[in-house]
Nanobody, 115 residues
Framework: QVQLVESGGGLVQPGGSLRLSCAAS????????MGWYRQSPGKERDLVAR???????DYADSVKGRFTISRDNAKNTLYLQMNMLEPEDTADYYC?????????WGQGTQVIVSS
């Protein structure tokens, strides 16, 4: 079993920054992949950024150059630094880990970008 706890969401003005954190209950080095997804009302949950096998990173086109995914293996924590936020980035953000043969999701953290 894996527990994932996100934090760091909130209300921010357009052009602002936030950093999301996802704390895992076990070593994140044991995960096949780990990443961030987001979901807006009425829309599907989509990939934002992830670490895949071999430590490669993937980003959604809409966030390239603005968001950066990183991790602290010693703290078992995944981060998402979000800069130059836009109203279109408003969503619930979820952490996901693929471990063994199962996907695990956190409870989500809400990000609202509004003036």
């Amino acid at each position: 079993q894996v527990q994932l706890v996100e934090s760091g969401g909130g209300l921010v003005q357009p052009g602002g920054s936030l950093r999301l954190s996802c704390a895992a209950s076990r070593s994140i080095l044991s995960f096949n992949s780990m990443g961030w997804y987001r979901q807006s009302p009425g829309k599907e949950r989509d990939l934002v950024a992830r670490f895949s096998v071999g430590g490669n990173t993937d980003y959604a086109d809409s966030v390239k150059g603005r968001f950066t995914i990183s991790r602290d293996n010693a703290k078992n924590t995944l981060y998402l630094q979000m800069n130059m936020l836009e109203p279109e980035d408003t969503a619930d953000y979820y952490c996901r880990a693929f471990f063994g043969f199962s996907n695990y999701w956190g409870q989500g953290t809400q990000v609202i970008v509004s003036s």
